[in-house]
């Protein structure tokens, strides 16, 4: 149990931040899910119109420190390769 106000704070500020992180996490699993599901269902025109919020959601993750950088990075990299060869099968 924390002893010092400033201990205090911390907790709060702690469980603040996990409540944002989990919104982010969830968001940028939901998202992925979806275009996951599109590429799999072989719809090229709706997977690149979900495109934008994937990003959005992958780069507010790796900004706040949910995901590291090459994380994110490699994650935007494979969907837009998966997308970018659904026409060619």
Excluded: C, H, Q, W
């Amino acid at each position: 149990m924390a002893i010092t106000s400033s201990a205090k704070k911390a907790i709060g500020v702690a469980k603040r931040r996990g409540v944002f992180n989990a919104r982010r996490k969830k968001e940028l699993k939901d998202s992925l899910k979806a275009v996951t599901t599109l590429i799999e269902s072989g719809s090229k025109k709706e997977a690149e119109a979900m495109l934008p919020r994937v990003y959005k959601a992958i780069d507010k993750a790796a900004k706040r420190g949910v995901l590291k950088a090459n994380t994110a990075s490699r994650t935007k990299s494979r969907i837009t390769k998966r997308i970018a060869g659904l026409g060619k099968k």
